[in-house]
C-alpha cells in the first residue's frame, strides 16, 4: 500500500501508528511526501520512503503539474493495491495520477474541508468551484472510497456528488495514544488556557486574544498561552510580527512550536480551540485524554469531542465574549473543570483510541479490496 501525505512530520503525528498497523497485518508500506526532519523516523518504522517536493498552496501551478507526472510515474512503478490519500491537495493530485496507474482500492481520507472551504474571500469561492469537480474527477469511481472524519463533512461531500453514502464511510480521526496521553494531577499556580494550534486566523488565535484581554480587563486572574509555529503556505497564516506583537503586549504568551505536547498539557487547566472548521482536531482528543476541559467553537469536527456541558463548552464560532464567558466559567468552576475532563477522559478511551482507528481503516481496506 502506498500513503500519500504533504510532510513527513504530519505523516509522523497522525497516521505512522496507521501505517505500522498495516505493515503488521501483512502490507508492504510506502510513504510518499515532502522529507524534512522526520525521514529517519519513517524508516525506521520499517517503511519505505519515497521524498517529493509537495507544494502545498495553489500559488504555481506549474509545480502541481510537475508533481501530479512524478506521482503517476511513482504508482506505475509501485503499483500499490491500496492507495491512501490524506488530505485535500494529495486526494485531488493523487487521485487524477492514479487514473493513469489503477491501484485496486483508493482511499481519500479528508482531514476537514480546511482554508478553501472556510474562507469567505473572493478567490477562495473560486477555487471551490474547481475544486469539487476535480474531486468528483478522482473519487467518482467504484474502486474509490471517501474517509470522512466527521458527519457534516460525510454529508457535504455526498451532497456534492464528491462520493455516495456507500462508498463514503465516517473514521473520526487519527486516533490518540491513551498511555502518552494522560490525566496528571491537576497545578495550583495561577490557572493556564492554552490554545494549541498552528497560528491560523481560521483557527480562531484572534478570538483567543480578544478573549484573553477581555478577562484581563475584568481582572480575571489567569495565563493564556499560543502553542504553535505559523504556516506560510497558509494565507490565514498569523505573522510572527503579530504573535510577537501580542505577546509584547503581555495579552498571552507564545510559545512557539512544541513536540513535548503531553509535558505542555500537564501544565495547562483549560484547553482552547475556537476553530471556524474543523476535521477532528487531533489537539482536542489529546487534551481530552489528559482529563483538561475543553473550550472550542461549536462547529464540526470540534463537536465530535468538545460535547457541550459533558466533555467540554461549546461557545459560537467567530465570537470573542461568548469565548472569554465560557473561559472565566472553567476558571472560577474547578468542580465543573474536573467533572468535563473525567468524562472527556472516558469518551477517548471509548471512541477515539490510536487502535480503534487503525482497526476501522484496516477493515475499510480488506472491504475495498473485497476481502471482507
Known amino acids: 500500500m502506498l500513503f500519500l ?3 513527513d512530520w504530519y505523516f509522523c503525528s497522525h497516521r505512522l501508528p ?10 508492504r508500506v510506502v510513504v510518499v511526501t515532502q522529507v524534512g526532519a522526520d525521514g529517519e523516523r519513517i524508516r525506521a518504522a520499517g517503511l519505505e520512503l519515497i521524498a517529493v517536493t509537495f507544494p502545498r498552496s495553489g500559488r504555481r501551478p506549474w509545480n502541481d503539474l510537475w508533481l501530479l507526472f512524478r506521482l503517476i510515474r511513482i504508482l506505475r512503478s509501485v503499483r500499490p493495491d491500496v492507495l491512501h490519500l490524506v488530505s485535500l491537495k494529495p486526494i485531488v493530485l493523487g487521485s487524477l495520477a492514479a487514473r493513469l496507474a489503477t491501484p485496486r482500492a483508493l482511499i481519500g481520507a479528508m482531514t476537514g474541508l480546511g482554508h478553501v472551504f472556510i474562507s469567505r474571500r473572493l ?8 475544486l469539487l469537480p476535480l474531486l468528483r474527477l478522482g473519487l467518482d469511481r467504484e474502486y474509490a472510497w471517501l474517509i470522512a472524519q466527521n458527519a457534516d463533512d460525510r454529508q457535504f461531500l455526498v451532497n456534492a456528488g464528491v462520493s455516495t453514502a456507500e462508498r463514503s464511510v465516517l473514521i473520526r480521526g487519527s486516533g490518540v495514544d491513551t498511555q502518552r496521553f494522560r490525566p496528571q494531577a491537576e497545578s495550583t499556580a495561577k490557572p493556564l488556557v492554552v490554545l494549541p494550534s498552528r497560528m491560523l486566523w481560521e483557527k480562531g488565535a ?3 486574544v480578544a478573549a484573553a484581554r477581555a478577562l484581563r480587563e475584568r481582572g480575571v486572574a489567569a495565563r493564556f498561552a499560543l502553542v504553535g509555529a505559523g504556516d506560510p503556505e497558509n494565507p490565514a497564516s498569523v505573522t510572527p510580527a503579530q504573535l510577537a506583537d501580542w505577546q509584547a503586549q503581555g495579552v498571552v504568551e507564545w510559545w512557539g512550536q512544541r513536540s513535548d505536547m503531553p509535558e505542555v498539557l500537564a501544565q495547562a487547566q483549560v484547553v ?6 474543523e476535521g477532528l482536531p487531533k489537539v482536542l482528543l489529546e ?23 459533558q466533555s467540554g463548552l461549546l461557545v459560537p464560532a467567530r465570537d470573542p465574549l461568548a ?14 473543570r474536573q467533572r468535563l475532563g473525567r468524562a472527556g477522559r472516558a469518551l477517548v478511551e471509548r471512541e477515539f483510541s490510536v487502535d480503534r482507528v487503525a482497526q476501522e481503516t484496516l477493515a475499510l481496506y480488506r472491504r475495498a479490496l473485497g476481502e471482507g
Open 5 to 7: 501525505v504533504t510532510a
Open 18 to 27: 496507521l501505517a505500522c498497523a498495516a505493515r503488521e497485518a501483512g502490507y
Open 123 to 130: 478567490r477562495s469561492r473560486f477555487m471551490r468551484r474547481a
Open 206 to 208: 484572534g478570538e483567543f
Open 272 to 277: 482552547c480551540l475556537p476553530s471556524y472548521r
Open 287 to 309: 487534551a481530552a485524554a489528559c482529563g483538561l476541559p475543553l473550550v472550542a467553537a461549536d462547529v464540526p469536527g470540534c463537536r465530535e469531542i468538545c460535547i457541550h456541558e
Open 323 to 336: 469565548l472569554a464567558d465560557a473561559i472565566e466559567r472553567m476558571i472560577g468552576d474547578p468542580g465543573l
